[in-house]
């Protein structure tokens, strides 16, 4: 039973907080946005290395932020601040207390002591295996240790999830079916388990070959396990995000899905299909049967892509549904322009959903098709798509939420407001044109992961389309641009903790963060049971036409580039 | 009829088993087994990815 001495309640959202779980979702906050400070810069010098006109690092030193960038960002600031998502969508949204805190405290200090351990081999320099970290290229066995000790540190947080879910249960802190955001993160902490397992299999063996203990590993064999960790980790991502924007949609706005039933059976798409996408990076490996690679991509996948299009639907027709509520109702989007666009929680929000949809959904539905990934496999056009989903989409969705966890959590004002404002735009921006420009150069041809596009020391001599050349240099642009939000956020979030005002009871009336019914709207189960969007219908219309038009165009590319007679 | 009873008690925020008579629908019962979900999340794409994935792998011929 709970100790009601260890609850506080959230004069913002009316909520119970359990302390112990409040702790622990600071401190896995505050660890995610240090590796996001460390992996953007990471980034940056990434860019501006890929920039051929400023070329910034030497080869070695580009393989060694290339791969920190990866590890920092793709998974200790994701992977940290999705646990912190878990205990906030369990043990607040549930009104419950967390399960064993310190239980919890222990997997994060593995996962802390992990990431260090990682990054440490990395700037050692003997361990530039990038991300992927493909055999028989062969890191310090600390790097691989890094990884497995983090990853047991997140899959307690995934079962710290799972009991408090449990408890909640059992002491009937709610009644019915959970909350949507709760049941989107369940989702999240489904697809962390395979994830986990998936590297475990991988990772352990490559740590005693590592170590002299085992003769070899199988490449191939590699890279298949290995991307079921390496790709269903991001879609741990795209679960928590999505029930980020429904978070903040319901909070901000006091928005309700259209049909949580129909949210419901989307997530439920993700649990079942959504982890399968890892073939795509398999899609020109020999040796492994169409069957296999077709079915996994072409068929599966697509029940996965229809949850993601439904949740394209719920998510801005929830905010179309509570803002005519609220009034807006002239022609069919004075609910968009009359949003709160000068939030940031909201503003991130909806900006992460449009380049999450536009520019990352569809061109992953491209590169899952066989035919059409031989166009652009192993090119930028790779790195250009998962930015747009994991930093156009995640992160900034993940930096919107931020806003509210600040006020709500810390108990602090933000800082800098004005600042506030701009931040979800610049960083945005920015995030979109390097998945643009990338993508650009990946249709053109240029490489994946290649430190040098001019090929200088290249015993035959080969360039590049000289558009390449400008989409790399409007890449290191996009990036500068990313890296000024990025530190913006870096610096509003680090000031608002340490030096914020304090936020006092009254500020729930004074300076209110959450919309009127936003408390109730997140934590409790509930449809808007309307479809009378004509906004949203459509902004969906314009999404089914852009993907059209850019599926076409790709099967028209891939017919010149491959002629068939 | 069935279906009428589920809108309300979705509208009234009740969800499953809040309406207390009512038989709850087979896919609200499967939503809400979260043990179940886990096991079905992990299963399906251990089996349709990794295991059909590493059968593949393990029946290329070996180099001579």
């Given at each position: 039973m709970a100790d009601a001495t260890l609850f506080r309640t959230c004069p913002d959202t009316g909520l119970p907080v359990h302390l112990p779980a409040q702790r622990l979702i600071k401190a896995n906050a505050v660890a995610g946005v240090l590796a996001l400070a460390l992996g953007g810069l990471q980034g940056l010098m990434v860019a501006l290395t890929r920039w051929p006109d400023l070329q910034l690092l030497p080869a070695e030193a580009f393989y060694t932020m290339l791969t920190g960038h990866g590890l920092n960002v793709l998974l200790f600031w994701i992977i940290f601040f999705e646990v912190a998502i878990l205990?906030?969508?369990?043990?607040?949204?549930?009104?419950?207390?967390l399960a064993a805190p310190n239980l919890a405290w222990v997997g994060f200090v593995l996962m802390a002591v992990g990431a260090l351990t990682t990054n440490y081999a990395v700037f050692q320099g003997d361990s530039s295996v990038m991300f992927t970290s493909y055999v028989p290229?062969?890191?310090?066995?600390?790097?691989?240790?890094?990884?497995i000790l983090f990853a047991v540190g997140a899959l307690i947080g995934c079962f710290i999830f799972f009991a408090t879910l449990v408890i909640a249960k059992d002491e009937k802190t709610y009644e019915g079916s959970i909350p949507l955001v709760t049941f989107g993160a369940l989702t999240a902490a489904i697809i962390a388990v395979f994830t986990i397992a998936s590297g475990a299999i991988i990772l352990i063996p490559t740590l005693l070959w590592s170590l002299d203990l085992i003769p070899e590993i199988d490449p191939l064999l590699y890279k298949v396990i290995w991307w079921a960790m390496g790709h269903s980790s991001q879609q741990i991502n795209v679960s928590a995000h999505v029930a980020v924007w429904y978070c903040i949609a319901a909070m901000v706005l006091g928005a309700k899905p259209l049909s949580e039933k129909v949210s419901r059976m989307a997530?439920?798409?993700?649990?079942?299909?959504?982890?399968?996408?890892?073939?795509?990076?398999?899609?020109?490996?020999p040796g492994i049967s169409s069957n296999w690679k077709i079915f996994n991509t072409s068929y599966a996948l697509y029940l996965a892509v229809v949850g993601s299009m439904i949740h394209g639907l719920s998510v801005p027709g929830a905010v179309e549904a509570a803002q005519r509520r609220r009034g807006f109702t002239r022609g069919a989007f004075e609910w968009l322009r009359k949003a709160p666009w000068g939030n940031p929680a909201f503003a991130g929000m909806f900006t992460s959903l449009v380049y999450f949809g536009f520019l990352g959904g569809i061109s992953g539905v491209v590169m899952g098709a066989e035919q059409l990934n031989l166009i652009m496999h192993n090119t930028l056009y790779v790195p250009g798509h998962f930015h747009a989903t994991v930093v156009a989409g995640t992160t900034l969705a993940f930096m919107?939420?931020?806003?509210?966890?600040?006020?709500l959590i810390w108990r602090r004002e933000i800082m800098f407001p004005t600042l506030a404002k701009w931040q979800p735009y610049i960083f945005g921006l920015g995030a979109a044109g390097i998945s643009l420009f990338m993508m650009g150069a990946g249709t053109l041809g240029v490489s994946r992961r290649h430190w040098d596009i001019n090929f200088t020391d290249a015993a035959l001599s080969f360039s590049y389309p000289d558009t390449a050349f400008l989409m790399m240099a409007l890449n290191g642009l996009s990036g500068l641009l990313a890296a000024i939000g990025g530190v913006m956020f870096v610096v509003i979030v680090v000031s608002s903790i340490l030096f914020g005002k304090k936020r006092g009871d009254d500020a729930a009336e004074t300076n209110p963060v959450i919309g009127v019914g936003g408390g109730q709207a997140v934590a409790s189960y509930g449809s808007e049971g309307t479809l009378k969007l004509p906004g949203t219908m459509i902004l969906v219309g314009v999404f089914f036409i852009a993907f059209f038009l850019y599926y076409w165009v790709n099967w028209k590319y891939l017919s010149e580039v491959w002629p068939l007679s | 009829m069935r279906e009428r009873n589920i809108r309300s008690s979705a509208e009234t925020g009740s969800g499953s088993g809040g309406t207390g008579d009512e038989p709850v629908p087979f896919m609200q019962r499967l939503l809400d087994n979260h043990w179940l979900l886990l096991l079905l999340g992990v299963a399906i794409p251990a089996v349709l990815y990794v295991i059909w994935g590493v059968m593949e792998v393990a029946q290329i011929p070996l180099a001579q």
């Open positions: 205990y906030f969508a369990s043990a607040i949204l549930l009104k419950s207390r290229m062969r890191a310090s066995p600390l790097f691989y240790l890094g990884i997530f439920l798409m993700y649990i079942l299909f959504l982890q399968i996408a890892s073939a795509h990076h398999l899609l020109v490996e919107a939420i931020t806003y509210l966890v600040v006020p | -």
